[in-house]
């Protein structure tokens, strides 16, 4: 497997010092933080759509310039062979343990479904054979409901049931295709699953739409015998005026007015979090208080550009939060650290996928490991326990356990007066996350 990146050898931890630009500084994947390794820790991804078919395309430039040799062939069968040949050589050379793909992204479309279908099968076949010959596994499956013409009012949310029964029939595909690759995820992401005008929408309509869909996902899961987690991405907008699956907030209470929490978690997406008008960690922050946190991608956007830029993370803060908050719920697995991420549209060369990669993967190793250390320390932890301590005695445990009524509570105030202020201490609280970064 040598082909597409000749030059480039398996990329290795070189440690801190090192200054070879195709070598990790920071994750060494047999090394141990805590009880687990870091491969253990983050389960890497590479997203095939972006690193392997992404052309560096954007709305001013609609012509490829990414240079990518295995995307060349005149035969759309060929061209789909060479560039699983490319991502698997890629991501053996790496060292990413997981990949994952949209159903249109390994195989193109045919004129019919039944055509499509059977070019499906053929490439996952072929994918089938490298990953067990690299040994490189797939995290999550899903399918592309968004890009096709068919698509334009929405897949699920579609007025037309026409279009709904396509998407069903391409998620049914894709999820069997997901179990045929030992997926550990499957995820829905509503790519046009909004609206653009309320004046030819019925909301409430395609809401229940929507969860009709997701209820049929549940019931082929449940039919095929796939054991992995349904995961719901959430994002605000773009290019649809709004996405039903805004933030993390919203779609879990979606899922529980439709009575479907049981069955999926979410994958939450930084640079979603940010256009929604959230941080990455507030949106990871409020899946893993439900219990829901499943899966991640980790691509961050720009705080000065308003749209899905899909920037490979290098930010340390915001990895070492949302490690806090992964290593506090035990863990992402059967989920991953996925970089739904692209190279600029200058960063053109095969190369630069490794550098993008090896940075994105640092990055999170760094905040991995300052990320354990704070919790190890206790650093911030104590001080959260002590800001509630009232909470576990007297008055306090007594609101917690149910047991406390109004007129209880008032006859509180009256003997115990004005409450004691407490500083929440933001800026120590910085300053010590700033000490292990
Ligand atoms: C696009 C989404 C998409 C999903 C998978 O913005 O991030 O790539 O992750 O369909
Ligand atoms: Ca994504
Ligand atoms: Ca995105």
Known sequence: MNKF?????????????????????????????????????????????????GGGTDP???????????????????????????????ISKLGAPFYCWHDRDISPEADTLRETNKRLDKIVALAGKLQKDTGVKLLWGTSNCFSHERFTH????????????????????????????????????????????????NMAHEQ????RLLHLAVDHKKKIGFKGTLLVEPK???????????????VLSFLRKYDLLDEFKLNIEANHATLAGHTFEHDLQ???????????????????????????????YSATYAMLVILKQGGIGPGGINFDAKVRRGSFDPVDLFHAHIGGMDSFARGLKSA????????????????????????GKKVMS?????AELERYVHQNGEPEKMSGREEMLENVINSYI
Not at 208 to 211: K, N
Not at 236 to 250: L, N, R, S, V
Not at 380 to 390: L, T
């Open 208 to 211: 229940d739409q929507m969860a």
């Open 402 to 406: 149910g047991k406390a009524t109004f």
């Open 154 to 201: 929405g897949a699920g949310t579609n007025p037309d049931a026409h279009v709904f029964a396509w998407a069903a029939a391409q998620i049914k595909k894709a999820m069997e295709c997901t179990l045929e690759l030992k997926g550990q995820n499957y995820v829905f992401w509503g790519g046009r699953e909004g609206y653009s005008s309320l004046l030819n929408t």
């Open 286 to 316: 409020v899946a893993s208080a439900d219990g829901k946190l499943g899966s991640i991608d980790a691509n961050r956007g720009d705080y000065l550009l308003g749209w899905d830029t899909d920037q490979f993370p290098t930010d340390l």
């Open 5 to 53: 990146f000749k030059g480039i050898k398996k990329i290795k931890y070189e440690g801190p010092d090192s200054k070879n630009p195709l070598a990790f500084k920071h994750y060494n994947p047999r090394a141990k933080v805590g009880k687990k390794t870091m491969q253990e820790h983050l389960r890497f991804s590479v997203a095939y759509w972006h690193s392997f078919k």
């Open 236 to 250: 605000p907008k773009e290019p649809t005026k709004h996405q039903y699956d805004y933030d993390a907030a919203t």
């Open 372 to 395: 354990q250390k704070i919790i190890d320390d206790g650093a911030i932890d104590g001080f959260i326990k002590e800001r509630y301590a009232s909470y576990r005695r007297g008055i």
């Open 60 to 90: 001013f430039g609609p012509n490829p310039v990414y240079d990518r040799p295995w995307d060349q062939a005149s035969d759309p069968m060929q061209r789909a062979e060479d560039t699983m040949h490319a991502a698997f050589e890629f």
